[in-house]
């Protein structure tokens, strides 16, 4: 079975400061990968999802991803960080077994943004 | 355009007590699966459903029931609340699993449940 692993459980970074939050995956021939972010009190809405070409994934509100097949690797970057980014991001595997995908979750990563 | 709409947001139960989460999507999706989320554990498959008349059981089921028999909704059932499941639940749906991976999954704002 897929799993991840999101090394940071909390990330404190300054506005308009850079961030990266790291994910492992475990190795499988083909994957499919997923960043969720889920904003105070709210459900969880797809960032971004690699799927195959590009190793560089681009999501919504300036995120982008790289997809790292070496290194088991899938991290979330931003270059420049606004308060509104504060919220936690969970990085997921496609499973598919038994004939149905299913989603792993990590155990999220805390982004706070301060001012 | 409601997406995945759950009910209610908040609940309070006490031991022993049964009741039913409400999930509905109205995007058509065949597919659709509860998880709980517990602090510093991510989120948890309990069942999920590939499309009506069809359940199976995810990583943590005990203690809960699905049933799926129209495309629309996928109720959760708790048959006799404990205080380990005190958790958020949050219902979500994707288009399909069948032969197309790597579909977005759609989620609802979640259930607070908390059992005394």
């Known amino acids: 079975a897929q799993s991840v692993t999101q090394l940071d459980s909390q990330v404190p970074v300054f506005e308009e400061a850079p961030v990266e939050l790291r994910c492992n995956y475990s190795?499988?021939?083909?994957?499919?990968l997923f960043w969720y972010v889920q904003y105070p009190n709210q459900g969880l809405q797809l960032l971004l999802k690699?799927?195959?070409?590009?190793?560089l994934v681009k999501g919504i509100n300036g995120f982008e991803a790289e997809f790292n097949k070496s290194q088991t690797s899938f991290h979330l970057r931003k270059p420049s960080v606004h308060i509104s980014d504060t919220a936690e991001y969970f990085c997921?595997?496609?499973?598919?077994?038994?004939?149905?995908?299913?989603?792993?979750f990590g155990k999220g990563t805390k982004l706070t943004v301060n001012p | 355009n409601a997406g995945v709409t759950q009910t209610p947001k908040f609940q309070v139960l006490k031991t022993g007590q049964s009741m039913t989460l409400q999930c509905a999507q109205d995007m058509n999706h065949e597919y659709m699966s509860w998880y709980r989320q517990d602090p510093g554990m991510g989120l948890r498959l309990i069942h999920y459903s590939v499309g009506a008349g069809i359940t199976d059981q995810g990583e943590v089921p005990n203690g809960y029931n699905v049933s799926r028999s129209t495309t629309e909704d996928f109720p959760l059932r708790l048959l006799s609340a404990a205080p380990s499941q005190t958790s958020v639940y949050f219902c979500a749906s994707s288009l399909s699993t069948r032969g197309l991976l790597g579909t977005e999954a759609f989620f609802g704002q979640g259930t607070r449940l908390t059992v005394v």
């Open positions: 690699y799927l195959s070409g590009s190793t």
């Open positions: 997921a595997v496609s499973d598919y077994q038994g004939g149905s995908e299913k989603l792993v």
């Open positions: 190795s499988s021939v083909s994957v499919y």
